[in-house]
């Protein structure tokens, strides 16, 4: 049975921008019409705005809670997983996505970041953090234009990350 492919969308809760909210409502859409799952930490903000968009274009959201009780699940979560595990689920969001998009940020997308760079995944930046002198090794972090961009780029590392980890596994690229 093919595996659809998993992007994980991180950044900032209660402080996202509105032009933030935009672009994350826009990423999770063309998540959703790539035939990619979206994996956030299902609350709200910039994780709201991106489940909305997925739920708008069809698509499967799985909310990776920090709290035990799933009802904190924001309205667009498909799919919500307590783990009562406060901030330290960031590190499961980032090991379930094949590629991860961040959009605005507060401290919370700072270690998700750091935890993607630690594992060695790219991450697409859409109005987030400079990383550019924090000394992260060359390809990890790529600043991108637009959502478009975001998840073209983000599919695209996905399907390369996923032949590579499971050679002879088939993925689901209908849309893709």
Known sequence: MPRKLIIGVIGAGNK???????????????????DAVLVCGGLNGV???????????GGLTLGIL?????????????????????????????????????INGSYGTL???AHAFDQGKTVFALHTWPMEKAGVEEGLF??????????????EYAKRALAAELPGVAFDSKKT
Request: aromatic share 2%.
């Open 16 to 34: 996202a921008s509105q032009e933030g909210l935009r672009m994350a409502e826009e990423v999770g859409f063309l998540i959703a019409r790539a």
């Open 47 to 57: 994780m709201q705005a991106a489940a909305k968009g997925a739920k708008r274009g």
């Open 142 to 155: 790529v600043p991108v234009a637009s959502p478009k961009e975001a998840v073209d780029r983000a599919v």
């Open 66 to 102: 920090p709290t035990g009780n799933k009802a904190d699940a924001n309205p667009y979560i498909d799919v919500p997983v307590a783990t009562a595990m406060s901030t330290a689920r960031n590190l499961v969001i980032v090991r379930t996505a094949d590629a991860l998009i961040a």
């Open 111 to 113: 270690s998700e970041m």
